[in-house]
């Protein structure tokens, strides 16, 4: 939502300021300098990322116009999922557990916490980091090194979108320029004509160097921020998981390793205390 207020804002501010000086606005409709230069930046994308980078970089796009996916719910809702499944491997064993992590999809307690089951790398993440537990063998030390490991990789992977779209948004103002200095190049085999056909020919080329800038710093820069403070966000759930999971592999009792989980959650979205105990225990 505040991605399409943002765009409203920058169009408006300035396609709204040109006119207020008396810009006609129907000068800047130049389809040619749109298609040399959208055209370019395509290409160049399609050039710089594999098929599978471009379909995350589509996804990550898209996902940017429904908002963050990480809300102060989203980490309730986590902690309860925690709770619930610390709650069951200590009164009946860790084989208990057994059964829901091998079919996530058909347990009654993963299918509770739609956000946990919809996000495959997460529910990875959880799946394989109790399996070790169970299995045994492993000390909390060597499996907190395992899951930073298993975080980095996550986290380096979430980067490349962004780093992409941010590499495309670098290269908009140079390709302004090409389409300007096409633009240029017709208007020179056109000066021995009317005043007015070269200056309109000028204006043109000028319109590609504005949308070249323009789109760059008003909206595909802007974008590929988004997107990796979107994946800031995904990794510090990532985090609050694993604190929650290595306390809980030392010994301690349920309510505490949420307590360890809590602490690491960002300050806009971290619950108190009270608040935590009362939504994993079900009080109102």
Same mark, same amino acid.
């Given at each position: ?26 000068? =800047? ?5 749109? =298609? ?14 594999? &098929?599978?980078?471009?379909?995350? %970089? %589509? ?17 309730? *809702? ?9 709650? $069951? ?13 091998? #079919?996530? *999809?058909?347990? &009654? ?8 089951? #919809? ?8 799946? *394989? ?20 490991? !298993? ?13 992409? =779209?941010?590499?495309?948004? !670098?290269?908009?103002?140079? $390709? ?13 085999? &056109? ?11 000028? &204006?043109?080329? $000028? ?18 921020? #988004? ?37 690491? %959650?960002? !300050? ?17």
């Amino acid at each position: 939502m505040f991605v399409i207020i943002g765009t409203v804002i920058v169009l408006g501010s300035v396609l709204g300021g040109f006119m207020l000086e008396g810009g006609p606005i129907l000068v =800047l409709m130049q389809f040619v300098e749109f =298609l040399i230069i959208g055209g370019a930046a395509l290409g160049a994308l399609i050039i710089s990322a594999p &098929a599978s980078l471009l379909k995350k %970089i %589509i996804g990550k796009m898209i996902a940017t116009l429904k908002g963050s996916a990480v809300s102060k719910q989203t980490y309730l *809702d986590l902690l309860k999922f925690m709770f619930d499944i610390f709650q $069951l491997s200590r009164k009946e064993g860790l084989i208990a557990i057994e059964t829901h992590i091998e #079919n996530p *999809d058909k347990s &009654a307690l993963f299918t509770k916490y739609p956000q946990i089951i #919809n996000n495959r790398h997460l529910l990875q993440f959880m799946c *394989d980091t109790f399996r070790l537990v169970i299995v045994g063998g492993v000390s909390p030390h060597d499996m907190e090194m395992l899951m930073d490991g !298993d975080i980095e990789t996550h986290h380096h992977e979430g980067t490349k979108p962004g780093m992409i =779209l941010q590499k495309i948004g !670098d290269s908009m103002p140079g $390709l302004g320029i090409v389409a300007a200095v096409l633009g240029i190049v017709i208007t020179m085999q &056109a000066i021995d004509g009317p005043p007015a056909e070269i200056g309109h020919k000028v &204006a043109v080329a $000028l319109v590609g160097t504005f949308l070249g800038i323009f789109l760059s710093y008003g909206f595909i820069q802007p974008l590929a921020t #988004n997107i990796d403070m979107a994946n800031e966000e995904e990794t510090k759930v990532f985090e609050a998981i694993k604190s929650g999971m290595i306390s809980f592999a030392k010994g301690a009792n349920p309510i505490v390793s949420l307590e360890f989980a809590r602490r690491t %959650i960002p !300050d806009e979205y971290r619950p108190t205390f009270l608040e935590m105990e009362k939504h994993v225990k079900g009080k109102k």
